[in-house]
């Protein structure tokens, strides 16, 4: 059973930044990241496939967030900027061995990690 460990999280005033990790024992095809807020479902954040290192992101973050790996160490990242209090919430790593799907899709994924909280005040 593969385990994923998130890193990085921590309080940042809004306009802030924060680099979240994720490790992996081994390499997995498809890395992602998600987010669970109280009173909200959990949501997919962004998505880094191997081949050709293809990202998607959700609205809510695009050009504040970038998803990137290190495929030498088994690493995935999140480079937040531009913190906003909506962002707060634990923040996820999730893993599986296929693309296909929508990359969104919490029950897609095989693997998780226990979670980061993230913390945006204003």
């Known amino acids: 059973q593969e385990q994923l460990v998130e890193s990085g999280g921590g309080s940042v005033q809004a306009g802030g930044s924060l680099r979240l990790s994720c490790a992996a024992s081994?390499?997995?095809?498809?890395m992602a990241w998600f987010r669970h807020s109280p009173g909200k479902q959990r949501e997919g954040v962004a998505v880094?496939?191997?081949?050709?290192?293809?990202?998607f992101y959700a609205e809510s973050v695009k050009g504040r967030f970038t998803v990137s790996r290190d495929r030498a160490k088994n690493m995935m990242y999140l480079q937040m900027t531009n913190l906003r209090p909506e962002d707060t919430a634990t923040y996820y790593c999730a893993a599986r061995e296929l693309w296909s799907g929508n990359w969104y899709d919490e029950g897609l994924y095989t693997y998780w990690g226990q979670g980061t909280q993230v913390t945006v005040s204003s």
């Open positions: 081994r390499y997995i095809y498809s």
């Open positions: 880094i496939y191997s081949s050709a290192e293809r990202t």
